[in-house]
């Protein structure tokens, strides 16, 4: 079975474009540690593990859904953490629905004590930046309304980088 495009199919014509509702649905991580890994991502962030295969894998995902996050160890078992240069994921991207979700992700990080390396205002979304136990880079997010999201005179998107006001974002976690 051979895994090309078939003859006479264009692999980029300059006509398609990817459908708007298109998302993408999960990602699979090498971890050098799965139960390191879950200390993370179910004990910190709060996902729930859905499927683990001892220490190859385990499958963690939000509301249910069948996995968001893949945890693997098939070529990373005890191995050293991600490489911050050269060609590779640069980071997770976790979108939360609301500011006010954001903000309890950002608290449960402040009570474990879970350093962040950045945070941002983006105009069109507030994020904040940090390191998986792995090295892995992770954003959690939040996007502002699209009626929200600055703009030039002639309409196009104009983000930016503005500094994040934690307090006032930990201000509305859920009690």
Do not use: C
């Not at 910190?44 to 939000?62: D, E, M």
């Amino acid at each position: 079975m051979e895994n090309s495009i078939p003859s006479g199919t264009q692999a980029n014509g300059g006509a398609y474009v990817v459908p708007a509702q298109t998302r993408i649905g999960h990602i699979h991580l090498q971890v050098s540690d799965i139960d390191k890994a879950l200390g993370f991502y179910r004990d910190i962030l709060g996902f729930q593990v859905v499927q683990r295969f001892g220490n190859q894998v385990a499958f963690v995902s939000a509301g249910g859904y069948h996995h968001h996050i893949g945890l693997n160890t098939w070529n990373s078992l005890g191995g050293p953490p991600a490489r911050k240069h050269g060609a590779g994921l640069y980071h997770t991207a976790i979108l939360y629905a609301t500011r006010a979700e954001l903000a309890g992700a950002l608290r449960q990080l402040a009570l474990a004590k879970y350093p962040i390396t950045g945070s941002a205002d983006h105009g069109v979304s507030e994020a904040i930046y940090l390191d998986d136990p792995d090295g892995n880079g992770v954003e959690l997010y939040w996007d502002r309304p699209r009626e929200e999201w600055p703009r030039t005179a002639s309409g196009e998107i104009q983000m930016y980088t503005r500094a994040l006001d934690l307090n006032a974002l930990l201000a509305e976690a859920p009690q």
